[in-house]
């Protein structure tokens, strides 16, 4: 049984690594500036429109985090090298099975999140001396809508859309540069904010997310990396002891590019439930 744990500054560490035979090579992170536009009166009402649909997401993420920050769940990973970067065709691969425990708390004002990975399946052919893309954090990024996270990202209102029947406002956020961040970069001199915007599919009169994507865009081009994106989807899930099923992620799809070559890990969260801990104590001899 193979244990990680990784600890963030903020919510979410994001890591990306390139796994090799005989190393373990962290991607450094560059980052991009993005010069705000002075406001007028488009702004205005955009703000205007926008403000109900975010507060409602961000109450649904204060609360979520204040009574249930603490679960577990299996997750299913498929880590894929593509054959090149116009093509889906996959190279080689693998899957492992994890039983994920995450934990989402605040400690000293600031939001933290601790995770831990045990490996439940190995994989029946093992492909450890070819390179793969690690990723793990991916499923905590919605926390972007928390309170605590307001003033470090512009978020502003596209048109709406349908998402499996359901109607949702698209909620586009980007990340202001020297703020705090729940997406982290782990390198070997420190960790540092990944600058990345995207897109969030909400319901507008419950805050409910149905759907996110993120990109970094062009903000990699310096360490060698074209894009790093991601696509989270959420769905309903009753767990033990409610009534009313909560919307968490039931999948995150995770794309690296360099300009010459493509990797995506695919993310299933499954059997979500309620992290109990169990501590046997021992009576000794009875008289």
Not at 145 to 171: C, E, K, N, T
Not at 195 to 203: L, R, V, Y
Not at 263 to 271: D, E, G, K, L
Request: hydrophobic content about 35%; overall charge neutral.
């Amino acid at each position: 049984m193979i244990a990680r744990a990784c600890k963030s500054k903020a919510v979410m560490r994001a890591r990306t690594a390139f796994r090799t035979a005989a190393t373990t090579t962290a991607i450094l992170l560059s980052s991009v500036c993005v010069f705000a536009s002075p406001p007028d009166q488009k702004d205005d009402q955009n703000s205007a429109s926008v403000q109900p649909v975010l507060g409602k997401a961000q109450s649904q993420m204060e609360q979520f985090v204040d009574q249930f920050g603490t679960m577990r769940c299996d997750e299913h990973i498929v880590q894929q090298k593509l054959k090149d970067k116009n093509s889906d065709k996959v190279q080689y691969g693998q899957e492992t099975v994890y039983d994920s425990f995450i934990r989402i708390h605040f400690e000293e004002g600031k939001i933290r999140v601790f995770e831990q990975h045990n490996e439940e399946k190995w994989p029946r052919k093992p492909v450890y001396k070819k390179p793969l893309a690690t990723t793990h954090g991916f499923s905590t990024l919605a926390i972007i809508f928390h309170p605590y996270y307001a003033q470090s990202f512009r978020f502003s209102r596209l048109g709406d859309d349908v998402v499996d029947g359901h109607s949702a406002a698209r909620i586009h956020f980007e990340h202001i540069p020297g703020t705090p961040s729940p997406a982290m970069y782990q390198r070997f001199a420190g960790d540092q904010s990944i600058e990345f915007s995207g897109t969030a599919w909400i319901d507008p009169d419950t805050g409910t997310i149905y759907r996110l994507d993120a990109d970094t865009g062009s903000s990699l081009k310096e360490m060698g990396l074209k894009d790093l994106r991601a696509q989270l989807t959420y769905g309903p899930v009753t767990l033990e002891d409610e009534e009313q099923p909560r919307w968490l992620p039931v999948s995150a799809t995770v794309d690296l590019e360099t300009p010459r070559q493509h990797w995506r890990n695919i993310h299933h969260f499954t059997a979500y439930r309620k992290y109990r801990s169990a501590v046997k104590l021992d009576q000794g001899d009875q008289p």
